[in-house]
């Protein structure tokens, strides 16, 4: 079946589907991404289904299926003159899991999940795990020696080995959130006259050290994928998710298989995003002791710096489309880091703080209004770093290590805040925003530039290395210094003029 008869014709299940009331329907499940949809069938009434409801149900096929957060619109009937009535209604689950057994999804019953994002093969390019013998005339014999002690096998002038080393795992480190371990996945036939297949899928597992809730466990499945989003310098497509249950039994050594039907899909299609292993930050293959510090200490931090980063993915989702709105929330993300990530606060004078609580006195006496809270929150940040400063804190994070690449980028960094004050407050302070809007895209790319890469040298990324190679634009890091020099000239003569 081709992709486009598959997008046509989504996966059908028709069984006996579970409420937790113990009531039983007759069910027919498709399954086709934001369209997937159950419709139960009754000769009774269904039962309210809440947010949070899951179903268990059995298909004619054997495969057992567990329906998670499911959502109804509500019930309906169907009545024809002469004949009963006709329950039915339709449930939208936001996952639905299948295998050989149900899954209890509020039990913390999950020891490892599983799955692949669209870049995996560049992030860690194993490139010698797979390949060709390129004499293969060399060693046939030696390969055929085996099979030649079942019958005659004759060997020709052009004979090809291809090969797998067998070596499964390519990294494995322990996280705050578990153990996390990336492999080879072969696939392979038998060979016959129609030829020989060799295939290959790289996966990542997350092992807790304890057992986890499922929730928990995509929860976690997120927080990696943003990760491995960073490394690759665009957002990640994620599919191929399986879990591991604790289960007792034999059925649990067999994973279940699950489908989410509002995945997180890439939305980086375009060719000269694609990433390219001569231009990423991390490699874990040669460089691995670094990856394996950059992936520890990024999940230690992650836990206070969560929602910044998802603010961050957020911008990068969007690929190549800029506009103000990324540009105000690229700008915003520094707003939200943890305290210890920006510029302490200055300590304020007797003096100052006097004035400051007389102020407040005085303003806290005034009937409440948009105006007065405003002059209250504005005593309340006397001494907090500002935005400005928070931003221009984490740039010198990363002059420090590449002043040299990117020279004057505080400068970049300042205009950038004041276009979006100018979006936010309507000022862009002493900078005329005329003269600068055609350069959106690059003071984004500034800001974006800034928070990741200050993130990963905070983790134990060595920039230096990076910097002395040669690239491409294989990455949002390499395609920013390719295009930083010339762009910055262009900006500062606009400001001149």
């Given amino acids: 079946m081709s992709k486009e008869q598959k997008k046509k014709n989504p996966t059908q299940y028709i069984g006996v589907f579970t409420q937790a009331t113990g009531e039983s329907f007759i069910g027919d499940l498709r399954l086709k991404g934001a369209n997937t949809l159950l419709k139960l069938h009754s000769d009774i009434p269904l039962s309210a289904m809440t947010s949070t409801s899951s179903l268990e149900g059995t298909a004619y096929t054997g495969e057992c299926i567990t329906l998670i957060d499911c959502y109804s619109p509500g019930s309906g009937h169907t009545f024809v003159r002469g004949q009963p009535v006709k329950y039915h209604t339709d449930v939208f689950p936001h996952f639905v899991a299948i295998g050989n057994r149900h899954l209890i999804p509020e039990n913390s019953n999950i020891s490892t999940i599983e799955f692949s994002t669209d870049d995996l093969g560049v992030i860690f390019h194993d490139f010698d795990a797979f390949g060709r013998v390129i004499d293969s005339k060399t060693i046939i014999d030696s390969v055929l020696d085996e099979r030649r002690k079942i019958r005659p096998v004759e060997s020709g002038e052009r004979p090809l080995v291809a090969y797998f080393t067998g070596k499964c795992c390519i990294i494995e480190v322990s996280t705050e959130i578990g153990k996390i371990s990336v492999n080879h996945r072969p696939s392979f036939n038998m060979g016959g006259p ?168 005085l303003f806290r006496k005034l009937p409440v209004g948009i105006d007065r809270n405003s002059a209250l929150d504005a005593l309340g940040r006397l001494g907090k770093p500002s935005l400005p400063k928070k931003i221009a804190y984490r740039a010198s994070i990363v002059t420090t290590e590449l002043g040299s690449t990117f020279p004057e980028l505080q400068l970049v960094a300042s205009i950038a805040v004041k276009c979006r004050n100018f979006f936010v407050h309507g000022s862009a302070g002493d900078v005329d925003y005329s003269k600068v809007e055609a350069f959106i895209p690059f003071l984004t790319d500034t800001l974006e530039f800034i928070f990741a890469s200050s993130d990963l040298i905070e983790s134990g990324w060595n920039p230096q290395q990076w910097s002395s190679e040669h690239h491409g634009w294989g990455h949002s890091f390499s395609r920013y210094q390719a295009e930083y020099a010339p762009t910055l000239g262009e900006l500062k003569l606009a400001i001149a003029n």
């Fill in 194 to 361: 129609s030829g020989v297949r060799l295939d290959n899928r790289i996966t990542v597992s997350i092992e807790p050290e304890f057992p986890i809730t499922f929730d928990e466990a995509v929860d976690r499945l997120h927080r990696v994928a943003n990760f491995l989003s960073v490394a690759a310098g665009r957002s990640q497509g994620i599919s191929h998710v399986r879990v591991h249950t604790d289960a007792p039994s034999k059925d649990s050594l067999v994973p279940l298989s699950i489908i989410p039907t509002l995945p997180w899909k890439s939305r980086s299609k375009i060719s000269h995003l694609k990433p390219h292993p001569g231009d990423t930050p991390l490699d874990a293959v040669r460089r691995p002791d670094e990856f394996d510090i950059v992936l520890s200490n990024w999940f230690k931090r992650d836990k206070d710096w969560r929602v910044a980063r998802v603010r961050h993915l957020g911008c990068m989702q969007k690929g190549n489309k800029y506009d103000t709105d990324r540009l105000v929330a690229a700008a915003n993300m520094f707003d939200i880091l943890p305290q210890h990530a920006t510029p302490l606060p200055t300590e304020l004078s007797e003096e100052l703080i006097n004035t400051r609580d007389t102020c407040r006195e």
